[in-house]
């Protein structure tokens, strides 16, 4: 190998300081959310599932951060503990306020949260599940205002027309019941919902990922022009690297609880250096009749974190796994300024990219 | 492989309309499409289009509230020399000869396998049942042939996996059970409805490639229901392409990518988030959504999204399906005229 490991820890300081030279507006330093596992009557913990172990990543101000993996890597998982709808086993995430201050969210105490609450949204993947069928889209985009005790009466009419309007929904609709609405729609009204507190950040899980292809891209761009308009960050979850490359800056990809590589999508799809982000890449369905159908497929499914394989957690499913895979384990090491990969071989295989 | 093209599926004018509380809902209102032996024909679309209710009447399997109102469903099926026309839609859903051609021609597998699979019974039960309803082997026999089966969908310890409940295996191996249920009749017609859509991008990547290896294998015809075309790109031979209830397009897939003549065909291309475009590139879409199926605009019902609208026609004047090519029908304006007109 060519170059030396370093701790993840090192790595993501090393390339925050390149950046910007401005505080990023999210550190996530070590994360780590170990689930007990507990049986019997007694419900005695027998073991852990390492959903997320050791995550180290920064978002700057401005960008959209990618999360990409497949389903069980433990994106959701990370996303909940940074808006601290989990409370993390251990780990830092430092948040930076307006007045740059840093605010470790890992240790704020109820009211604060409350308060944090306000920069930080979370928008969830299935705009079914995730819209109350009783309540209007009034009731349900007015809601973080009246809670809040932000807005009421006319003002609250108002703001609630013109969240509608930001998210191209008519506002005549605001009387609606969800049910009323195609999925590309609801995802809108989630995306009102979650602006109207004037947020900073907004952890996207999966917002795409249960719409039509043809619906996607109208939500990506709503997501795009949002970010412009309101100077939002965004921390994007995603399972299709289709999807990630048309809205992130950076991306981390995510296997079995860990960041396996990391850099800017530019990179990452040009020049990927571990291989589950190859396969990731491959499995794109090409809309190209023309093209040879028979390709290489990423056999089997992600490993249960809870019994996690030795050495690589990739190797069982790695087409350059050696035998040295199998025993140790590679660091998540620093090969380019800003790109990180965990693989032993990550200096040495030629693998197959695209250029974006 | 297959000589000459003939004839396996033919859908013809279906019109399908459920009676809800709130009106009714007409779902189908003119699906036209062919399927010839021992193609995949991809049926695509946004939600909503009548995929589903389309896969449902070829089954004859139109939900209690449901009817098909017009046009029909014909399976030819072969027998010893030749074919006989089946016309399913003149079938009772519950008769015997339905009943036969569900069970020993046509299946079908679905968008969410946990669904369409029982979770108080393991995988072989499920699997033995299937087989025992349609092939006449005793215990052990039908034991090897369950166990052959998810072999053959290629699942690892077939074993495990028999003796396996589905909530213990992955979506993508239910998926997999799926089809061997499916298989286990060997069938002559499949048909999948959405069978990615709920899987990560990966695991679709393996159900597709098996899906093509078992076509590959058995020659089977296959109906494969989709929104995505970049999906459609990797299986199918021909597309026909859904809108609001009706086909608008369908002809092979190779025209169907490289020279669509249908505005909703060629706006549905357009919007797929491709790997190999520029990054900084603003995706296109299609203009709004699609309606309620309760208000359906008037003439071309395309026509309120339609880059290519042409007023005081378009609005007026349904078009009908044309055929503009020996193996391509479009239902549009712009390829001549129409002898329907809607008051
Ligand atoms: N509350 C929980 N208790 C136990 N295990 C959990 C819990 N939430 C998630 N997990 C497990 O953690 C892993 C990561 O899950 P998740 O973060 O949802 O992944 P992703 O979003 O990447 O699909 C999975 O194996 C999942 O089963
Ligand atoms: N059982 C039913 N009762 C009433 N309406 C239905 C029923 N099934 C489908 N529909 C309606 O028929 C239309 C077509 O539905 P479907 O075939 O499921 O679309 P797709 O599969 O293309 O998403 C939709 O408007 C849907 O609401
Ligand atoms: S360390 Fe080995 S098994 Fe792991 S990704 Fe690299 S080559 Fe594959
Ligand atoms: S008939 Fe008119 S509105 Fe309809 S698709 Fe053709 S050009 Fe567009
Ligand atoms: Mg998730
Ligand atoms: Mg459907």
């Known amino acids: 190998m060519t170059t030396t490991p370093t701790s993840p820890s090192d790595t993501a300081v090393a390339s925050v300081e390149s950046g910007s030279g401005q505080s990023p507006l999210l550190e996530v330093r070590n994360l780590k959310m170990h689930f007990p596992i507990r049986k019997g009557f007694l419900k005695r913990v027998v073991g852990h599932v390492k959903a997320v172990d050791d995550v180290t990543f920064s978002v700057e101000r401005g960008t959209v951060f990618g999360l990409v993996g497949e389903s069980g890597c433990g994106k959701s998982t990370t996303g909940r503990c940074v808006i601290r709808l989990l409370k993390a086993t251990a780990g830092e995430i430092v948040y930076t306020m307006p007045d740059d201050e840093p605010v470790h969210i890992e240790a704020l105490d109820p009211e604060s949260l409350r308060i944090m609450r306000r920069h930080i949204q979370i928008v969830f993947q299935d705009p079914y599940a995730s819209l109350n069928p009783r309540l209007t889209l009034k009731q349900i985009v007015g809601e973080p205002l009246v809670i809040n005790n932000v807005s009421q009466g006319q003002d609250l009419q108002d703001r609630v027309a013109e969240l509608l309007r930001r998210v191209g929904l008519s506002p005549e609709h605001m009387n609606r019941y969800p049910h009323a609405f195609s999925g590309g729609q609801r995802q809108r009204i989630s995306l009102a919902r979650a602006l109207a507190l004037n947020p900073r950040f907004i952890v996207a899980d999966e917002p795409v990922s249960a719409l039509d292809v043809s619906v996607q891209a109208q939500i990506l761009n709503l997501i795009k022009d949002l970010r412009e308009e309101f100077g939002l960050t965004y921390l994007f979850i995603a399972h299709n690297m289709s999807v990630i490359k048309h809205i992130c800056d950076s991306v981390a990809v995510m296997y079995v609880g860990q960041i396996v590589e990391m850099t800017t999508t530019r990179q990452l799809f040009r020049k990927p250096l571990h291989p589950y982000t190859e396969a990731l890449l491959e499995a794109i369905p090409v809309p190209d009749p023309r093209r040879d159908r028979h390709r290489i497929v990423l056999e089997g499914d992600v490993p249960n974190p809870a019994d996690p394989p030795s050495g690589c957690y990739f190797h069982p499913r790695c087409a350059y796994a050696q035998d040295v895979c199998r025993t140790e384990t590679p660091p998540l090491a620093e090969h380019t300024p800003g790109h990180l990969a965990r693989c032993h071989f990550a200096a040495e295989l030629e693998l197959k990219g695209m250029t974006i | ?343």
Request: with cysteine; aromatic share 4%.
């Open chain 2, 1 to 343: 492989m297959a000589d000459r093209a003939e004839t396996i599926l033919e859908v013809r004018n279906l019109h399908t309309h459920f009676h809800t509380e709130s009106g009714v809902v007409r779902a189908l209102e003119g699906v036209d499409f062919t399927l010839n032996r021992g193609q995949v024909l991809g049926v695509v679309g946004e939600s909503g289009c009548g995929k589903s209710v389309t896969a449902q009447c070829i089954m004859n399997m139109v939900p209690s509230r449901g009817r098909i109102v017009d046009g029909s469903v014909i399976y030819h099926q072969r027998n010893g020399q030749g074919t006989d026309a089946v016309e399913i839609t003149a079938l009772p859903p519950k008769s015997r000869e339905m009943r036969r051609i569900r069970g020993n021609e046509i299946a079908m597998i679905f968008q969410e396998p946990m669904t369409s699979l029982d979770p108080l019974y393991t995988v072989g039960n499920q699997l033995l049942e299937a087989i025992n309803l349609h092939q006449d082997v005793d215990r052990t026999e039908a034991r090897a042939l369950a166990v052959h089966s998810l072999d053959r969908v290629q699942l690892p310890e077939p074993e495990r996996v028999f003796a396996s409940y589905p909530h213990q295996l992955s979506g993508g191996q239910r998926q997999r059970v799926m089809i061997a249920i499916a298989l286990s009749c060997n069938p002559t017609l499949l048909i999948a409805d959405e069978p990615t859509t709920a899987l990560d991008v990966t695991t679709q990547a393996q159900i597709l490639s098996l899906m093509r290896d078992l076509q590959d294998e058995t020659h089977m015809s296959i109906i494969f229901i989709t929104h995505d075309l970049g999906v459609v790109a990797e299986m199918c031979d021909e597309v026909a392409v859904m809108y609001l209830g009706k086909v608008v397009e369908q002809t092979d897939i190779d025209t169907t990518f490289y020279s669509p003549r249908h505005p909703y065909t060629q706006a549905l291309l357009r919007s797929i988030p491709r790997l190999d475009d520029d990054q900084d590139r603003r995706l296109e879409v299609i203009a709004g959504s699609v309606p309620d199926p309760s208000s359906i605009p008037s003439g071309c019902r395309f026509h309120p999204r339609c880059p290519d609208f042409m007023t005081g026609v378009c609005e007026h004047r349904e078009p009908t399906l044309i055929q503009i090519d020996e193996d391509h029908q479009v239902r549009c304006h712009l390829y001549g005229e129409t002898a329907s007109s809607q008051p």
